[in-house]
């Protein structure tokens, strides 16, 4: 069982940059693919980013690639995606997700996880 717990959400202008946070619980964290997706109101559920479970793996959505950065720290439990030069279109509930695998290099671009947090909502302006 993992808990997820986004933070880093808020208001920002178009170019601005932000930093989302996902703490996990438990020791295991290590063994999980992590991936970013958003929500925008009245849309579907979107992919936005994945990272391996060492980190050295990772597949973008093509509306956040060059601008969106993923990262994780398996010793602190946590997956970050930074922000940057963020668009109106960025607008939306961003979730963090976790996923159970035994491949240390696999992604998921899917929304087929095993864990979501609650969410953390980003509010871009123009």
């Known amino acids: 069982q993992v808990q997820l717990a986004e933070s880093g959400g808020g208001l920002a202008q178009a170019g601005d940059s932000l930093r989302l946070s996902c703490a996990a619980s438990?020791?295991?964290?290590?063994?999980?693919?992590m991936g970013w997706f958003r929500q925008a109101p009245g849309k579907e559920r979107e992919f936005v980013v994945t990272?391996?479970?060492?980190?050295?793996?990772?597949a973008y959505a093509d509306y956040v690639k060059g601008r969106f950065t993923i990262s994780r720290d398996n010793a602190k439990n946590t997956v970050y995606l930074q922000m940057n030069s963020l668009e109106p279109e960025d607008t939306a509930v961003y979730y963090c997700?976790?996923?159970?695998?035994?491949?240390?290099?696999?992604?998921?671009?899917?929304?087929?996880?095993?864990?979501w947090g609650q969410g953390t909502q980003v509010t871009v302006s123009s």
């Open positions: 438990g020791r295991t964290f290590g063994y999980y693919i």
């Open positions: 997700a976790a996923k159970a695998t035994i491949s240390t290099v696999a992604v998921a671009t899917t929304g087929r996880y095993d864990y």
């Open positions: 990272v391996s479970k060492n980190g050295g793996a990772t």
